[in-house]
């Protein structure tokens, strides 16, 4: 597709389970990033890619936060054992390039629910 | 570490009157510069970006926004609202690297017909 694809674009899980959330980027996007958007803390980086560099991962907010993305392309966002902090819109976002003067081009998001 | 002010949560206004967003923005030296819009159950959309040069930028949808290094400000304005402008606004800086973006809070534009 054309854009930033994410799946599911909801998802309601039990407190204590695992979750998986899903992201596409745009074809050619090099650098891909995730973001959380919470009513408590508005939107927070979390994550970025870019290429085959380490990660940078300074705002997974703990260790039961992970993030992989496979072959450069898509890229999974891990939760364990979910709380109900968790809850919030995971937006995951690509670039050309991180590079400040590359901007982000953003999917619809994943709305997460802990029950 | 960098940081944008957003004043207004909530804004109000008629169809068809001019409208101007605020976005305050602490950084030692001149960011990057962005402003998203977000439709309800969507991501966010890409309105327009500062990076250097001519102060005053273009964006889709009819905006501009204006840049003043003296003010530490990026505000965004349209001379002629339409209902469909609807939507959260969020201002948004990179700076000091790796292309991290900062948020605002952002503000939620109502608009009346």
């Known amino acids: 597709g054309a854009g930033v694809s994410q799946s599911p674009s909801n998802k309601v899980t039990e407190k204590g389970k695992d979750v998986e959330l899903r992201c596409d980027p745009i074809?050619?996007?090099?650098?891909l990033y995730w973001y959380r958007q919470s009513l408590g803390q508005g939107l927070e980086f979390l994550i970025y890619f870019q290429g085959n560099s380490a990660p940078d991962k300074s705002g997974l907010p703990s260790d039961r936060f992970s993030a992989e993305r496979t072959g450069g392309s898509v890229s999974t966002l891990t939760i364990q054992r979910t709380q109900q902090e968790d809850s919030a819109v995971y937006l995951c976002?690509?670039?050309?390039?991180?590079?400040?003067?590359?901007?982000?081009?953003f999917g619809d998001g994943t709305r997460l629910s802990i029950l | 570490a960098q940081s944008v002010t957003q004043p207004d949560i909530h804004i109000t206004v008629s169809e068809g009157a001019s409208l101007e967003l605020r976005c305050n923005y602490s950084?030692?030296?001149?960011?990057?510069l962005f402003w998203y819009v977000q439709s309800p159950g969507q991501g966010l959309q890409l309105l327009l970006k500062?990076?250097?040069?001519?102060?005053l930028v273009q964006g889709i949808k009819g905006f501009e926004a204006e840049f003043k290094r003296s003010q530490s400000s990026f505000n965004l304005r349209k001379p002629s609202v339409h209902w469909s402008d609807a939507a959260e606004y969020f201002c948004a800086v990179e700076a000091g690297g790796g292309n991290k973006l900062t948020f605002g809070t952002g503000t939620q534009l109502k608009v009346e017909l």
């Open positions: 074809s050619g996007h090099t650098a």
């Open positions: 500062y990076f250097s040069g001519d102060t």
């Open positions: 976002a690509s670039s050309l390039m991180v590079v400040g003067n590359q901007p982000q081009h």
């Open positions: 950084y030692g030296a001149t960011p990057y």
